[in-house]
């Protein structure tokens, strides 16, 4: 490596890997995390990055990403899903299999991989699917897909409704030390519901769908990893009822994780009624009750939840343009998961900025036993800088994501992302376009 050493001074270093929050200076150098200490001399030529009044941290680390590509480079492409990580203080994303082709054989897993290195702004790493073709009938090739750099297996988008095949995936995927991450959902309960069952759905005439379709698949595959000793990690959790059950399972001993996305977080149901059936509030688990909502958040506070993960789902403004029950389901949120985040938990004192920090980048790491989310000297030159207090302003122009599907456009939102560091290399400014990859 051979990039011009970069000495961050003056800022707030958040480090949850090490319990550090305190004021430091950062160096990177070739490539890596050089030193973390008071008052570090430049080295020449050195770049010296004033962040008085900003927040230093591990770049962010997302396990639940669609690049789509390869197949739907209309929606999105490694190289603009990246360049929107980067935007959003994302320094390492797990890329779901969902592609056409399917991510199930060696190949496919092994072209990704390529075309990260070759456009990628960020460190990428697919995950590969469970079943050949995402049809819940045969296991893929987990095998040689973890000799290609998969990181997990899933059928995210789908369920995996036969359970037999879960349970082989999950004693397979423990031989090669793989967690299993599963789109729960029983598709014979959800029967064409296209937002969560209840008083809203039943106002807007729209078919509901229950909170039981996720929690009873919850409860099937805890027993399953438990019969197995696999390693279940859940996707996107939206209901207390699947919460209740990781917590008994956990207690139990049974080796689960989960997630939450920002907008089960933040959003309700009520708000598919209040946006006047804007698609954008269209996503799978749908948005759901105002009791669900706090059942999540208070499983941030006791530990249930283990991470926070976008669930970047680009779609393109003609698709989402169709009526609300025929769009399909799915939204943005690399570039506005830092603020919206900010300014719903930080700002009104609900969430610890380092809490926050360790949801974003050092817990998701440790899930899927990534080298990420710390700012230890020898560590991937990793960093993002931000501001808890600037506004970001989120418009349709303003993301680098090919698709612009938020439910946040036309928000101001409290808190905004400065510069991005990979490996050591600038990838995103705040106010300039047209930067670089940096070979993930």
């Not at 359970?163 to 789109?183: D, I």
């Not at 989402?320 to 830092?338: R, S």
Request: aromatic fraction near 4%; hydrophobic fraction near 45%.
């Amino acid at each position: 490596m051979n990039e011009v050493p970069v000495l961050i001074t003056g800022g707030r270093v958040i480090d949850p890997s090490r319990g550090i929050d305190q004021f430091l200076d950062v160096l990177l150098r070739d490539g890596v995390v050089a030193a973390v200490d008071e008052r570090i001399a430049p080295p020449k030529g050195a770049e010296v990055v004033d962040a008085s009044g900003l927040v230093v941290a591990p770049g962010f680390v997302d396990l639940h990403t669609h690049l789509r590509e390869p197949g739907f480079e209309y929606k999105e492409t490694i190289a603009s899903g990246t360049a929107a990580a980067a935007a959003g203080g994302y320094t390492t994303v797990c890329a779901m299999a969902n592609t056409d082709p399917v991510v199930d054989d060696a190949p496919t897993a092994a072209f990704v991989v390529r075309r990260a290195r070759e456009t990628g702004h960020v460190h990428v790493y697919p995950i590969g699917a469970l079943s050949k073709g995402l049809k819940g009938v045969e296991l893929a090739e987990i095998g040689s897909m973890k000799a290609e750099g998969i990181v997990a297996i899933s059928d995210d988008g789908k369920p995996v409704v036969h359970g037999n095949l879960m349970r082989r995936a999950l004693e397979y995927a423990s031989m090669f030390g793989l967690p299993v991450v599963v789109h729960e959902e029983d598709p014979s309960l959800v029967a064409g519901g296209v937002m969560n069952e209840g008083w809203a759905a039943t106002r807007l005439g729209l078919a509901g769908w229950p909170a039981v379709a996720e929690s009873s698949m919850v409860a099937r595959d805890v027993q399953l990893a438990a019969l197995a000793g696999a390693r279940l990690h859940v996707a996107h959790v939206s209901t207390a009822g699947s919460l209740a059950v990781i917590r008994q399972a956990r207690a139990s001993g049974v080796k689960v994780t989960c997630e939450v996305t920002p907008h089960h977080l933040t959003l309700v149901d009520e708000d598919v009624a209040r946006s006047g059936y804007d698609t954008r509030f269209k996503m799978n688990p749908p948005l759901r009750s105002e009791e669900d909502r706090r059942a999540l958040v208070e499983g941030l506070l006791d530990g249930t939840i283990d991470c926070i993960a976008t669930d970047h789902a680009p779609h393109h403004a003609d698709e989402k343009a169709l009526e609300f029950a025929d769009a399909p389901f799915g939204v943005t949120g690399l570039e506005t998961a830092l603020p919206v985040l900010i300014d719903a938990f930080v700002a009104t004192k609900v969430l610890s900025l380092s809490r926050l920090v360790e949801l974003l980048s050092t817990a998701p790491a440790r899930v899927f036993g990534l080298a990420a989310g710390t700012l230890a000297p020898g560590a991937a030159g990793d960093v993002v800088l931000f501001s808890t207090t600037k506004p970001t302003q989120v418009t349709v122009d303003s993301f680098r994501s090919r698709s612009s599907n938020s439910p946040w456009v036309g928000a101001s939102l409290r808190g905004r992302v400065e510069r991005t560091w990979v490996r050591g290399r600038e990838v995103y400014r705040h106010g300039v376009r047209g930067e670089s990859p940096a070979a993930g």
